[in-house]
């Protein structure tokens, strides 16, 4: 079959099938692209020929941008489907290395096919060509090695077979999974050959789910038995597994308690017993205080991240030891772990038949129970909106609770950055495995609008929610202009607190006194103090055809977060937030995170900060 090598790779994904549990899905659902001299006449027109049956093209505003909805939409497939992206060479193929480093960190599949430069040199250097004097054979695109799970240039036609294959497998592999780079010389791309038919055969790629290893098991099993105090931490692996309904069956039988992750959180829905919220910086007074007593921690599908173990600090029982269950080694023989190497819900199975007839003290439950309903009262609070408040701007914990009244459990929530993340751990409710969607392994402002296209295009007719903050909705709003285009109904909820309110608590906390974090203008003395900026994001917003409702008062949001949910078109709800007291506001961190501190200086707010961070580091540990 004579194709160019575009038409041969197009033609090849649109071949493509995962299959997981007797289900068959299509692997390469849809690409992602805009189009430039490096891929316009090769990918492009092989997308052109192909038609929309063969390959449907989603057209995009900005690179980065298009591998967040990617990753947003095989985040939402549980990795059984995913997306392309294909990009000109230069600058469209370097905007492409933010998203790659967040689909890789956060394991999840996107295949990326940025232009290259020529492969055979009629002219050099071309236009956008970056010069390497010591290596010829370099182009911009290897900056995206090291932030690919897989990297490949296809310098001949011949050689698309093997690397072809070789990008399906890693997209495919629950332990490898993330950015796949086949980087396409413009000149290859149109180049033809003739190719094996078997070649664009239909082919299925199982995903595996491994069992545990029986020595592991029995040695995991026994832990778990001698344990006075256990507590599981559920990270992402139990979403990528679908291993909800096991981890929900081994709680009930043993009793344990479930703190999750930034990742994790929605393993189960917030009102089970078991579930004691989110653990570590951004987590519950319950499921922390429960971690600094725990005598086996159980993790299923982390990876131990700084946020989760508070820097180390918070697993503070003096024998404490962990059960790591992870279908990666790498993950699974972190803190000198008993290594539990399995697929999450294939191990939780596991688990369950291995500890039959296991509960923890019932004592231990009613301790956790009580902490738990405290916490609740602790979220009502921060929730509640009074008589007064009904007339004021709206706090952050306020939105959430607005928004807590309002969703079922087929709304989805999205976020990255700022401070929201924080929020989000501690106080929502989550209804559904779902709902809760922060990306928070690379938390990258700018992710949650392009990432919510791409859940509404996963989960059409359900509610998607893009939470952003002023920061992070400058940092990347193209994508709102893709949404009016394809008729995407996402809701995005603006708040606006006039800067970087997340980084400014923290430099007022490590000694840096809020500098350089408030979008207003200079003060005489130069620092960033004066009025704030007359910017008006909600105006900007409608100007890239959002439909857009102000929200002036805590009512006003109420009523726009209402009419948002129920609207069919792209809708934007903008408001201005109030800092909150102390009273009201969302609880501050139950544990700490490691950011450091200048060992010397002269400002009293910086010697300060010093003084609390050695009190606070002196109480890290090796767990050996």
């Given at each position: 079959m004579r194709l160019?090598?575009?038409?041969?790779?197009?033609?090849?994904?649109?071949?493509?099938?995962?299959?997981?549990?007797?289900?068959?899905?299509?692997?390469?659902?849809?690409?992602?692209?805009?189009?430039?001299h490096g891929n316009v006449a090769g990918i492009g027109q092989a997308l052109l020929e192909t038609g929309p049956d063969g390959m449907p093209f989603l057209q995009g505003r900005n690179e980065q941008a298009m591998v967040h909805a990617a990753v947003g939409y095989a985040r939402q497939r549980g990795r059984l489907s995913a997306h392309a992206v294909t990009t000109s060479i230069g600058p469209g193929a370097t905007n492409?290395?933010?998203?790659?480093?967040?689909?890789?960190?956060?394991?999840?599949?996107?295949?990326?096919?940025?232009?290259?430069?020529?492969?055979?040199?009629?002219?050099?250097?071309?236009?956008?060509?970056?010069?390497?004097?010591?290596?010829?054979?370099?182009?911009?695109?290897?900056?995206?090695?090291?932030?690919?799970?897989?990297?490949?240039?296809?310098?001949?036609?011949?050689?698309?077979?093997?690397?072809?294959?070789?990008?399906?497998?890693?997209?495919?592999?629950?332990?490898?999974?993330?950015?796949?780079?086949?980087?396409?010389?413009?000149?290859?791309?149109?180049?033809?050959?003739?190719?094996?038919e078997e070649f664009f055969a239909d082919r299925t790629w199982h995903i595996s789910a491994p069992q545990p290893d029986p020595d592991e098991w029995t040695a995991a099993c026994a832990a778990v038995r001698a344990a006075r105090r256990p507590l599981i931490v559920a990270g992402g692996g139990v979403h990528h597994s679908a291993g909800h309904t096991a981890l929900r069956t081994l709680v009930e039988a043993t009793g344990i308690p479930v703190a999750s992750t930034q990742s994790g959180k929605g393993s189960l829905p917030f009102d089970h017993p078991a579930d004691v919220g989110g653990v570590g910086h951004t987590g519950t007074a319950t499921a922390n205080g429960l971690a600094r007593t725990?005598?086996?921690?159980?993790?299923?599908?982390?990876?131990?991240?700084?946020?989760?173990?508070?820097?180390?600090?918070?697993?503070?029982?003096?024998?404490?030891?962990?059960?790591?269950?992870?279908?990666a080694g790498f993950d699974a023989h972190k803190l000198a772990?008993?290594?539990?190497?399995?697929?999450?819900?294939?191990?939780?199975?596991?688990?369950?038949?291995?500890?039959?007839?296991?509960?923890?003290?019932?004592?231990?439950e009613q301790e956790y129970a009580r902490a738990k309903a405290r916490w609740e009262a602790r979220v009502?609070?921060?929730?509640?909106?009074?008589?007064?408040?009904?007339?004021?701007?709206?706090?952050?914990?306020?939105?959430?609770?607005?928004?807590?009244?309002?969703?079922?459990?087929?709304?989805?929530?999205?976020?990255?950055?700022?401070?929201?993340?924080?929020?989000?751990?501690?106080?929502?409710?989550?209804?559904?495995?779902?709902?809760?969607?922060?990306?928070?392994?690379?938390?990258?402002?700018?992710y949650e609008i392009p990432a919510a296209i791409g859940v509404a295009l996963a989960a059409p007719g359900r509610p998607v929610w893009a939470l952003v903050g002023d920061g992070t909705y400058l940092m990347n709003p193209t994508e709102m202009v893709t949404a009016v285009q394809e008729g995407v109904p996402i809701k995005v909820v603006v708040l606006d607190n006039h800067g970087y309110a997340s980084i400014g608590g923290l430099s007022g906390a490590v000694g840096g006194e809020g500098f350089a974090t408030g979008y207003r203008f200079r003060a005489p003395d130069g620092s960033y103090t004066g009025d704030p900026?007359?910017?008006?994001?909600?105006?900007?917003?409608?100007?890239?055809?959002?439909?857009?409702?102000?929200?002036?008062?805590?009512?006003?949001?109420?009523?726009?977060?209402?009419?948002?949910?129920?609207?069919?078109?792209?809708?934007?709800?903008?408001?201005?937030?109030?800092?909150?007291?102390?009273?009201?506001?969302?609880?501050?961190?139950?544990?700490?995170?490691?950011?450091?501190?200048?060992?010397?200086?002269?400002r009293k707010a910086a010697a300060e900060a010093r003084e609390e961070y050695d009190r606070q580091a002196a109480q890290r540990r090796r767990h050996l």
């Open positions: 160019t090598v575009a038409q041969a790779l197009v033609r090849f994904l649109s071949r493509q099938y995962t299959e997981r549990d007797g289900q068959r899905h299509r692997l390469i659902a849809a690409t992602w692209g805009i189009f430039g492409l290395v933010t998203g790659a480093a967040l689909a890789t960190i956060n394991h999840l599949p996107v295949l990326l096919l940025p232009g290259d430069v020529f492969a055979t040199r009629p002219a050099d250097p071309v236009l956008q060509q970056l010069e390497v004097p010591y290596a010829g054979d370099v182009s911009v695109n290897d900056a995206l090695r090291p932030v690919s799970r897989h990297f490949d240039r296809i310098t001949r036609p011949e050689a698309l077979v093997p690397a072809a294959l070789q990008a399906m497998r890693v997209l495919t592999d629950p332990a490898q999974t993330g950015a796949v780079t086949l980087a396409l010389p413009q000149d290859v791309q149109v180049e033809a050959y003739d190719w094996p725990a005598d086996l921690v159980l993790g299923v599908g982390t990876r131990y991240t700084d946020f989760t173990t508070a820097s180390a600090t918070l697993f503070q029982d003096p024998g404490v030891r962990f059960v790591n269950l992870n279908i772990a008993l290594p539990l190497l399995a697929d999450a819900r294939a191990g939780l199975r596991s688990l369950t038949a291995g500890l039959q007839g296991h509960r923890v003290d019932p004592a231990y009502d609070r921060a929730y509640a909106v009074s008589a007064a408040d009904e007339a004021l701007p709206p706090t952050q914990a306020q939105v959430l609770g607005l928004l807590d009244a309002l969703v079922d459990d087929t709304d989805i929530l999205i976020n990255a950055a700022g401070s929201l993340p924080g929020d989000l751990h501690k106080l929502w409710r989550a209804r559904s495995a779902d709902q809760y969607h922060v990306e928070y392994g690379y938390s990258c402002m700018g900026l007359p910017v008006d994001l909600a105006a900007n917003a409608a100007s890239l055809g959002m439909a857009v409702i102000r929200a002036r008062t805590t009512r006003d949001l109420r009523e726009a977060l209402a009419e948002a949910r129920s609207a069919t078109r792209p809708t934007c709800v903008y408001t201005q937030t109030r800092t909150p007291d102390t009273v009201s506001g969302p609880p501050p961190a139950q544990a700490w995170w490691d950011v450091p501190v200048a060992e010397t200086a002269t």
